[in-house]
């Protein structure tokens, strides 16, 4: 009998879950795909959008035509909540039954975790296509009276990279437009040494990169928790004080409100608990993927991290999730993916950043002209066309 699968969610998760359906069920079952907008955003390339490296059509592309010609049914809507006994999802304009759901609505910022960090309050955020926006504003602004800067990321925060990076673009922006001498950086962040990054670093010396922030003039602050961010200032709860013109902080994300506000469906942070085959132990018809999933901590800290979250682990579970799903209703293999390699995944994406700290870069001057080389706008180019081209390539199929 044709059985009614719906993912919510259309970005690395939902989409890739998708796609991937599509060809191994080969228009047997029913595919319906729900976001609250049909467009898929690159999320990664936010970090550029800011110094306009990037507008939105570069970063973005419509994902409906795609999914028409796979025979995917897409839904533009906002679900708010679930029913998991009678199988159905709930959105302002219909109530959706499903035999089988896939929950890849990844995860939202909890800016209302530390006063003033709402963008526009007292920072800046990157964290959405609206916020990039904002704070292209704002840095313009920021250009015609320029001041002390910080830039970091949160307690709890687990995009590590996101802050590193958008910190050295800042430095490359500042240093071509000659107001490097002008502007004191602080950077705050959790981890208790430089390139940590949630799971204890990467094996390399982080010497390396404290020498890098001294290079490049950076006050690094590790430890660091954010007590408030005031008009021009933000405050540390060790009470330490620190000027700022311009604040940017990678928050803590948290599981979006229609998966949390659902009972006995997620865990204190609102994200799902799933097995290695990434369905709910209580609900063996609902899967998981991506930002939604609840990953557990490798290791405590004095100050409390997330966990990094990545694309390739995203795109992994994604593609475990189709396969499983496709199993479920006409056999075949199942994969599993155990928490290490997950973490394995997430370091190669992050290994990305890292090589190019300590091994293409001597010196902070190497890391500027390495970011001015444009390297990672070509890396960021490379996978969105992969997305774009996924659709109609036998080589997405996820095989172990
Ligand atoms: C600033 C930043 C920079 C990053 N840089 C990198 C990087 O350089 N490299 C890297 O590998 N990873 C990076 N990441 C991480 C990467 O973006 C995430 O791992 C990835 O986006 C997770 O994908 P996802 O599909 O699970 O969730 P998301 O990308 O968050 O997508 C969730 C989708 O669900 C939809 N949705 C949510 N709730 C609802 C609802 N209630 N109703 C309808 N639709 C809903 C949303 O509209 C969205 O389309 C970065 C993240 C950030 C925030």
Not at 2 to 10: A, L
Not at 307 to 331: C, F, H, I, W, Y
């Amino acid at each position: 009998m044709k059985k009614k699968i719906v993912i919510i969610g259309s970005s690395f998760a939902g989409y890739t879950t998708a796609v991937n359906l599509a060809k191994l069920l080969s228009g047997k079952h029913e595919i319906v795909v729900i976001d609250r907008q049909p467009e898929f955003y690159f999320l990664p390339s936010f970090v550029w959008y800011p110094f306009g490296y990037r507008n939105t059509e570069d970063i973005s592309f419509d994902t409906r035509p795609i999914y028409e010609e796979l025979g995917i049914t897409f839904i533009q809507e906002n679900v708010y909540g679930f029913d998991l006994e009678d199988q159905l999802i709930y959105t302002p304009n219909h109530d959706i039954e499903y035999d089988y759901l896939v929950v890849a609505t990844g995860a939202r910022p909890r800016y209302e975790s530390i006063k003033g960090l709402y963008p526009g309050e007292n920072s800046w955020s990157i964290s959405d296509l609206e916020n990039a926006m904002t704070t292209r504003k704002a840095w313009k602004n920021f250009l015609k009276n320029p001041g002390p800067i910080v830039i970091g990321i949160s307690q709890w925060a687990g995009y590590f990279f996101a802050a590193y990076e958008f910190l050295f673009n800042t430095v490359y922006q500042l240093d071509k437009k000659k107001l490097l001498d002008k502007v004191s950086i602080n950077f705050i962040t959790p981890e208790p040494y430089l390139s940590h990054f949630g799971i204890d670093g990467l094996g390399r010396d982080p010497a390396k990169w404290e020498q890098l922030f001294k290079d490049l003039n950076i006050k690094a602050h590790v430890n660091s928790e954010i007590h408030e961010i005031r008009n021009n200032e933000v405050i540390l709860e060790n009470e330490t004080h620190l000027d700022s013109n311009f604040t940017l902080i990678i928050p803590q994300f948290i599981g979006v409100n229609a998966v949390r506000t659902t009972r006995n469906f997620a865990d204190e942070n609102g994200l799902l608990k799933v097995t290695d085959e990434f369905y709910h132990p209580n609900y063996p018809n609902v899967y998981a993927a991506g930002g939604a999933v609840s990953v557990p901590q490798l290791n405590e800290t004095p100050i409390g991290l997330g966990v990094p979250r990545t694309q390739t682990p995203t795109e992994k579970m994604a593609q475990a999730v189709a396969r499983n799903l496709t199993s479920d209703l006409k056999g075949g293999d199942r994969i599993s993916i155990s928490t290490q390699e997950l973490y394995d995944y997430c370091r190669k994406d992050m290994n990305y950043l890292s090589r190019m700290i300590s091994e293409e870069s001597k010196n902070g001057k190497d890391t500027l002209s390495f970011i001015a080389k444009g390297t990672q706008d070509k890396w960021a180019n490379m996978t969105m066309k992969k997305y774009i081209e996924a659709s109609f390539s036998k080589n997405f199929m996820y095989t172990k």
